[in-house]
Every structure is written in structure tokens, then in C-alpha cells.
């Protein structure tokens, strides 16, 4: 299988002068074969192809006196490995093809959980046992935000162009990075723990697009980070010998009692707790849904992998999107939907 590795480096004022004029010469060559490339396409309608754009290159990188510098460099041949740089930190990242372990079976064969992700609580899990685990979200954007306006105020107010300017930017910026460092470590150990636990782990396509869309959700479902904690579960799952099922983005969870199967026909965000009509049943939204989800791989529905499919017909028998959260395709296109609401 192929894995990615990344490590930080930590390199000497001297490799780093190195490293951020090499990242300046790829940055000038790309935007150099842009250029290119769109100037031919205005003029015969045609792109440069890979090949002859390198051969291009480096035959005008050698006849031009005004690349002289490009030489400084020097020159290097790097299979699948990318440098680049986060806020204050240098990172290299090798994309490698290995033979992992994967156990024939799970660790514990036969253990299913249903997991609704939502914004007040991140994961809400309930097992084949009716345990309910809740992990709350790091919520890393919520408790910087204060921090984070401070430093964005102190950067605008310096002079473009000013040392004290660049300054303010690097602090900003190292800000950003902890915040996405708190949150991706918290998603890295809650994915990784039921992942271990559960061989068999149901979470819904939920409609990231649409739900960022909504000014009012948007700061919050970032902070979450959703699409991220879904991804995680996709290859932890398979690491660990059990499967990830993906539920249809019209199966509605939020909706239905996971008492009686009856369905109500909406049901507001500010509804936290599901009150079921026909049987009487009372039980938190999240749980309900969890509960709902959990029983979709018992039920023997279709499960499908990552990319993303459902288990079950979408609404009026129209087949599910495939496709990764938050990439919803654009209106007009084949199998594109209208953005729509949160339900969960």
C-alpha cells in the first residue's frame, strides 16, 4: 500500500536560506510555465504538455542571462518527497510504497458502532452493547479565536513592508498552525482509539459544503473538522482489519426513532432531544441518530468504502453521490445536488 510519512525539520540559519530560495525558484518556474501555457492557449487553443514544457524549461534557463541565479541552486533528483513550510516550521513529506501488517481479522471481530459527528459534541458513539461514548471536538479555533483576532489586528496595523510587519505575520501564523496541530491531534487519537475497538464503524455522508454555507454553522463545522475526522476513520479502519460504512447522505438518522422506525418529517437543529410521536420514545438527538446508524450495518444494507457511496437508495429511489465529504460537485454537473441544510 502506499503511506505518506512527514517529518519536521529543524534546519540551520543557513539550510534555511537554502531551502526558502529553493521553494522561491519552484514557485518562479511555475508560475513561468503558467505563463506558458496560457499565452499558447490564447493563441492556438492548444496546452504545452508536460514533456515539452521541461524540455522548454531547461533549455531557456540556460540561454537566458537573466536566470543566472537559477544555477545557485544546484541540482537534485527527489522521487515522491515535497518540502514545504508551515508558519514558522520547515516539513518534508515521502510518499512511500510499503507492506503493511494488516491483521486477517479485527482484534475484536463482530463489534459494530454507529458515530454521529455534530458540532456541540464531535463524536457520539453507541455499540452493539447500547454504550454510548460522547468525545467532545477540540473546539482549537473557539478557544484561540480571542488570541487569534489580537494577533490579526496587531499584523494589519503595522506598515507593509516593515520588519515589525513580517513579524507580526510569523506570529500569526504559528498561531494558525497550533490551532490546526490541537485539533488534528485530537482527531488523530479519537479515530485511532475506535478504530481499535470497532471492526465494524457506520458514520454518515454528511454535506459539509452546504453545511459551511451557513454563516451561522460555518466557524463551527471548520473548528470541527468533519471531512478530516471521516478520512481518518476510512484508512484507520482498514489498518486495523475492519470496514468503514458510509451511510447514504438522504438516510435520515436525525429523523427517525430508532425506537419504532417511525420518521417525522423535519426536525430543527435547536431540537436536542428526539420526542417520538407514535411510541413515546425520549432520547438526545446525537444518540438517537448514533443508534440509527449503528443498526444500518446489522440490517445487511450495501456498505461501501471511503469514496464515499450509501448503504441504502437515496430519497425516491435516486442513487447516492460518490463522493469524499466537502466536495460536493458544482450545479450542472452529473450527479451534482443542491447544497442543503445541516440535519444532524
Known sequence: MTQAFRFALDPTPAQQRALVSHAGASRFAWNWGLAACQDRYAAEGKWWSAA?????????????????????????????????????????????????????????????????????TLLTVVDDHGTVTEIPGAKALH???????????????KAKGSANRAKAAARLARRHARIT???????HKATSTLAQRYETLVVEDLNVTGMVANRRLARAVADAGFGQARRMLAYKTGWCG???????????????????????????????????????????????????LRDLAASGAESRNACGGGVRPGRAGRPPVKQEPGTTPRAGQAGAVAAQAATA
Not at 496541530?181 to 482527531?187: G, I, S
Open 52 to 120: 515539452q514544457m521541461h524540455k522548454r524549461w531547461n533549455a531557456i534557463k540556460k540561454a537566458d542571462p537573466a536566470l543566472a541565479w537559477w544555477e545557485e541552486n544546484g541540482t537534485a533528483r527527489i522521487l515522491s518527497a515535497t518540502v514545504a513550510r508551515t508558519a514558522h516550521r520547515w516539513h518534508v513529506s515521502f510518499t512511500v510504497e510499503i507492506d503493511r501488517a494488516v491483521p486477517d481479522r479485527h482484534a475484536r471481530p463482530g463489534s459494530t458502532a454507529g458515530i454521529d459527528l455534530g458540532v456541540k
Open 143 to 157: 478557544a484561540g479565536l480571542r488570541k487569534l483576532r489580537r494577533l490579526s489586528r496587531a499584523h494589519s496595523r
Open 181 to 187: 496541530n490541537v485539533r488534528n491531534d485530537a482527531l
Open 242 to 292: 475492519g470496514r468503514l460504512v458510509v451511510a447514504d447522505r438522504w438516510y435520515p438518522s436525525s429523523k427517525t426513532c430508532s425506537g419504532c422506525g417511525g420518521r417525522k418529517p423535519s426536525l430543527s437543529l435547536s431540537e436536542r432531544t428526539y420526542r417520538c410521536d407514535a411510541c413515546g420514545l425520549n432520547l438526545g438527538r446525537d444518540v438517537n441518530a448514533a443508534i440509527n
